[in-house]
């Protein structure tokens, strides 16, 4: 049994997004993402599915080129190799479920350089 909390030891960054590893399991990680509104992600690509919950706040989550508002609650799945982006429109806490083959150093790469 492994547990963690989306709002334990919250902090968000100025520069860019706040990345934290919450857990790993057999199959997936699980990541916490914390937004300062305004704050964003570029455009990118993941090479495996990803599973994307906002937690708190509400961001646009764009999908080849078309953007979808998601508020708190909401979930979104993504297959990989498609190209999206997202930015918050409030301060927001999103939690990210990658694949055991994905890696959290692709993650942090994307928000430090967004």
Do not use: C, W
């Amino acid at each position: 049994m492994k547990k963690s909390s989306l709002t334990e030891n919250l902090e968000y960054s100025e520069k860019s997004p706040a990345v934290k590893v919450l857990f790993e399991t057999e199959v997936s990680k699980e990541i916490r993402m914390a937004f300062k509104k305004d704050q964003g992600l570029k455009e990118h690509k993941t090479p495996f599915p990803i599973v994307v919950e906002i937690f708190e706040g509400a961001i646009d989550f764009g999908v080849n080129g078309e953007k979808h508002p998601l508020k708190k609650g909401d979930l979104i799945t993504l297959e990989g190799n498609v190209p999206h982006d997202l930015k918050a429109t409030e301060n927001s806490i999103v939690r990210l479920s990658l694949t055991k083959a994905d890696t959290t150093q692709r993650v942090e790469n994307v928000a430090k350089n967004s």
